[in-house]
């Protein structure tokens, strides 16, 4: 029998997840704030941005096993409470390394409501049609919180300091909490996997060694036999952990899946667009506030048709995935993006909405059919391990998304301004030497800025272009080779 409470606890879960992933890029409109009140450097802000998705990634591989032992609605009131007090500390956090370390704590709450969250859903709906438009809606969730993230930014850095933007978080926490812990049972999968402590560790050392890597590799150009040994070590320490659990009788992580081709179709099209979608976000807001001087309110009114056409294009998903099929829709949705993207390099503020609803749209779609297709794929009793590998996939690709993009806009950014001062680093360093320089020399190096960050813009939105088409074409031709995968 269904249970008369799905929906409302469908709303519950929705709210409990939809802070987790606003968390990833709401710190994006607080850069210029936050590097100006702590005094972070620019590696600083980075691993102040990356470190959260980065080590959600590799903590879901506890997490998922642990909430078959503890049941899935234990295991989310948990991560509430966690990321709760979390939240409190990024906002009162009086250096650079301590917010380092509270965005720490708040991937372990993360960690713990994300696949709970997913196998949750999964379990209270029964029926075969309405689980697929539950399914949607969480991932109309996925798509959009990362999209609403700079604009509730921009609302709150109107009115407030910057770190008002986790204590947003609390509210919708607790209301959340009260409504699982009084509508939800728990439940426990006496057969759930074994936990493999040492090598979860050994998979998240290998995210974090391989990302820094990429990360270091874009930013010096290739120089340093630093960079060869994060790439080395953390492409041996993931294969490690790949052999492991491969080799494993009963695995935290059950890589067996992937030989299903519609879930790594799914795994695919969920890495691919959060990774771009994250990276366009870390430039558009830096572009906007830094080149266009829009304040934070505008700069987060102007990603909202965004954020607004990634739910309403994740929602529609179901409905229009049984009509089209996952390869044209994989398709359609990568070419809008790309679109979006160009239309942005000529023209600038001028199309700027137009654009994001392109943008918005593309990536709602490819981002919910994600996770229709990978929990599609799976059997039921492989649940759990889908929920984990479509969780590290979102957060690595967002990790990635912001090591990779925000690298090749410094490193642009960098050969572009010519100039060898404390703020050669970042258009926001920049900034803040033409503030203390003054006069004309502080506001040619401030003009100086605005044109190398512009150039900077205009060639990740190529790339940007370029990684989206060939996105929808991989799904596209992948998908045709076995149409038995798609979700029916």
Known sequence: MADRNRWLILASVCAAFMPVSIDTTVLYLALPSLTRDLGASGTQVLWIMDIYP?????????????????????LLLAG??????????????????????????????????????????????????????????????????????????GAILSQFWWGAVFLFNL???????????GRLRNSVNPSAAPLHPLAAVIGIAGVLLLVHGIKDLARDGGAGWENALFLASGIALLAGFARGQLASEHPMLDLRLFKRRGFAVGVLAALGPIMLLTGFELAIVQQLQFVDDLSPWDTGLALTPLAIAAALAGAATGS?????????????????????YLLLMPAGLGVLIG???????????????????????????????????????????????????????????????????????????????????????????????REAFAAAFRLVLGVLAGMALLLGIAVHRLGREKKASAPA
């Open 80 to 153: 509430l409470g966690v990321f709760g007090l979390a939240s409190l500390a990024a906002a009162y956090s009086p250096s650079p390394a301590t917010l380092i370390g509270a965005r720490v704590l708040l991937a372990f709450g993360g960690s713990m409501i994300i696949p709970s969250t997913l196998a949750i859903v999964r379990r209270t709906f029964t029926d075969t049609r309405e689980r697929g438009i539950a399914i949607g809606i969480w991932g109309a969730c996925a798509s959009a919180g990362a999209a609403i993230g700079p604009v509730a930014g």
């Open 320 to 340: 229009i995935l049984h009509r089209s099929g996952m390869r044209v829709l994989a398709l359609v949705g990568m070419a809008l993006a790309a679109g979006g």
């Open 54 to 74: 980065l080590m959600m990634a590799g903590l879901v591989l506890i997490t998922g096993p642990l909430g078959d032992r503890l049941g899935q609605r234990n």
């Open 355 to 449: 654009a994001m609803i392109l943008i918005g749209a593309g990536h709602g779609f490819l981002m919910s059919l994600a996770t229709t297709t990978i929990m599609g794929a799976a059997p039921a009793d492989k649940a759990g391990a889908a929920a984990a590998i479509e969780s590290v996939s979102y957060e690595l690709g967002t990790g990635l998304g912001i090591a990779l993009f925000g690298s090749l806009l410094g490193l642009v950014y960098g050969l572009g301004l010519d100039h060898v001062g404390p703020g050669a680093g970042s258009i926001g360093a920049t900034f803040a030497e033409a503030a203390e320089l003054g006069g004309v020399a502080g506001e040619t190096l401030r003009a100086a800025g």
């Open 171 to 181: 509210p919708i926490l607790a209301l959340a909490a009260l409504v699982i812990a």
